[in-house]
C-alpha cells in the first residue's frame, strides 16, 4: 500500500509530466519533498536532479541546510499528521508515536544520520 508521502510524490510527477527547464526559481514544496524522498532511499543529488529537471546546486543546498537545521523540513513539509491526543503518524511510513518530538526524530531518522535525529533541536 503507497504511503501518504509517495501518493503526493507520484501525483507530482504525474503533474510534471517532461521536464523541460533546469532553473525556475527557488524550490517549491513539491520539489523539496521529492528531495526528502530521494534521501530515504538513498537517491544521488544527480538523480534527484534528474527527477525534478534541476541542475544538482539548489539540491545540495537544500540537503546540507536539513543537515544543519533539521527543523527546516518540518516548516516546510506536512511529515506528520496528529491523528489524537497522545497518537501522530508518520506519512513515511505510517508508524505512530505517542509524541510530537518522538514522531519528529522518528521522521528525521529516516533519512538524516542517527545521531543528528536524535539530538537535533526541533523547537516544539
Ligand atoms: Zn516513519
Same mark, same amino acid.
Given at each position: 500500500?503507497?504511503?501518504?508521502?509517495?501518493?503526493? /510524490?507520484? @501525483?507530482?510527477?504525474?503533474? *510534471?509530466?517532461?521536464?523541460?527547464?533546469?532553473? !525556475? +526559481? /527557488?524550490? @517549491?514544496?513539491?520539489?523539496? *519533498?521529492?528531495?526528502?524522498?530521494?534521501?530515504? !532511499? +538513498?537517491?544521488?543529488?544527480?538523480?534527484?536532479?534528474?527527477?525534478?529537471?534541476?541542475?544538482?546546486?539548489?539540491?545540495?543546498?537544500?540537503?546540507?541546510?536539513?543537515?544543519?537545521?533539521?527543523?527546516?523540513?518540518?516548516?516546510?513539509?506536512?511529515?506528520?499528521?496528529?491523528?489524537?491526543?497522545?497518537?501522530?503518524?508518520?506519512?513515511?511510513?505510517?508508524?505512530?508515536?505517542?509524541?510530537?518530538?518522538?514522531?519528529?526524530?522518528?521522521?528525521?531518522?529516516?533519512?538524516?544520520?542517527?545521531?543528528?535525529?536524535?539530538?537535533?533541536?526541533?523547537?516544539?
Amino acid at each position: 500500500m503507497p504511503t501518504l508521502i509517495s501518493s503526493d /510524490v507520484n @501525483g507530482y510527477f504525474k503533474r *510534471l509530466g517532461k521536464v523541460k527547464e533546469n532553473n !525556475r +526559481g /527557488v524550490l @517549491g514544496a513539491e520539489e523539496k *519533498l521529492v528531495i526528502i524522498w530521494g534521501m530515504t !532511499r +538513498g537517491w544521488s543529488k544527480a538523480k534527484t536532479a534528474r527527477m525534478i529537471g534541476r541542475s544538482t546546486s539548489p539540491i545540495g543546498r537544500y540537503i546540507h541546510r536539513i543537515v544543519y537545521r533539521p527543523q527546516t523540513v518540518f516548516d516546510d513539509l506536512q511529515l506528520y499528521s496528529q491523528i489524537a491526543d497522545r497518537k501522530w503518524g508518520c506519512r513515511i511510513c505510517e508508524e505512530f508515536m505517542k509524541t510530537r518530538t518522538r514522531i519528529m526524530r522518528h521522521i528525521l531518522a529516516h533519512f538524516l544520520p542517527m545521531e543528528i535525529a536524535k539530538f537535533a533541536t526541533l523547537g516544539v
